[in-house]
């Protein structure tokens, strides 16, 4: 598979304070590629390092082959000259234009007028709103401002698309539709995209890759399945979902924990201080398990999400039924647990 984007030891300070830190990845053509993590790990700074709205302080950025930023080799192409299309989390809409001329104002210097219009045209049915072709955007929905700043974008064929927590202010309903729209581009179009957000269903849900970012450095890189099943650290591990992190004592093989004994894996057993990682839907109430007292109970529609003090240490699970506070009841864990280093990671 060949690759449209590399980052080769991306760094971006701000004064003393490190933003993006020393940031190594590779994106392959067609790829969506979700960037998670909380606000001010500094996942914004590095969509806009790729996009070349802000200056990188290090680092290598090559795209398509083509080095649009190094460091080394003095290289710092503008953002009209690097083929990226980039959505803010703001939109960025101006006010005083029309849907359509939004779509020709950004194809203006790259074709003549007839082909423009054409090709905007084509944009705005792609996306279901050529009907708006001559509302301005305060005359538009949630929804289908963000269809026009998706088709402005869109419309140059960018070869990749960075995609800046555009759903962060859209209700539920609206959100989902974004989402099918932007699996549509992908699987008609095959366009590139990286997709910014703190939102963990978003980027489970849209991508095909996950980076996990926590204080300017990527954690970890991996499909959503495995980084639920086998993060790389703690901060993975809770970030990708309700999770418990067991300590205990690691004897013949096993560690011993507050809910039972697990056996180490290979992989555990190379680990300096092993310790288990038991999602909340890896303990289950089971006759003749160990006694746990109800601390809170939280209906989640499905099921309960519940706190558990285990011999003063609470744990997360998920019950089928409805129990009380206070109420002590019995559990085992189930399933395949994972192991990170316990150093605190």
């Given amino acids: 598979m060949s690759q449209v984007l590399q980052i080769n030891n991306l760094t971006k300070r701000f004064g003393k304070q490190v933003a993006v830190d020393g940031v190594s990845l590779n994106v392959n053509a067609g790829e969506f590629l979700a960037l998670l993590g909380p606000s001010g790990c500094g996942k914004t700074t590095l969509l806009r390092c790729l996009a070349g709205l802000e200056n990188p302080t290090a680092g290598e950025l090559v795209l398509n082959e083509r080095i649009v930023y190094s460091s080394i080799k003095n290289v710092d192409l503008p953002p009209q000259e690097r083929g990226v299309g980039f959505v803010f989390q703001d939109l960025g809409l101006w006010p005083n234009m029309t849907v359509l001329n939004h779509l020709l104002f950004v194809l203006k210097d790259l074709h003549d007028k007839a082909t423009s219009m054409r090709l905007a045209r084509e944009q705005l049915n792609d996306l279901h709103i050529d009907h708006l072709a001559k509302k301005k955007p305060a005359q538009l929905s949630g929804g289908e401002s963000q269809r026009l700043a998706l088709s402005r974008a869109l419309v140059t064929r960018p070869a990749i698309l960075l995609l800046d927590e555009p759903l962060a202010s859209l209700d539920r309903g609206v959100s989902l539709e974004i989402r099918e729209i932007l699996r549509t581009i992908k699987s008609e179009s095959g366009t590139t995209m990286i997709y910014v957000t703190h939102s963990r269903e978003e980027a489970m849900e849209l991508g095909d890759r996950v ?135």
Avoid at 248 to 268: N, P, T, W
Avoid at 330 to 344: H, K, Y
Wanted: glycine share 10%; proline share 3%; net charge negative.
């Fill in 211 to 345: 980076a996990v970012m926590q204080d300017g450095v990527i954690e970890q890189v991996a499909s959503p399945q495995e980084l639920y099943a086998m993060p790389d650290s703690r901060f993975v591990a809770s970030f990708l979902g309700d999770c418990n992190v067991l300590l205990g004592a690691v004897e013949q093989g096993s560690l011993k924990s507050a809910i039972g004994d697990f056996r180490l894996s290979e992989y555990a057993t190379q680990l300096k201080n092993p310790t288990v990682i038991v999602r909340d839907h890896q303990i289950e109430e089971a006759a003749g398990g160990i006694a746990a007292t109800i601390v809170r109970t939280t209906f989640c529609g499905r099921d309960y999400s519940l706190v558990v003090d285990v011999g003063g240490v609470r744990l997360v699970m998920r019950s089928e039924r409805s129990v009380t506070v206070g109420e002590v009841i019995t559990i085992r864990p189930t399933g395949n647990a994972w192991f990170v280093e316990g150093n605190g990671a």
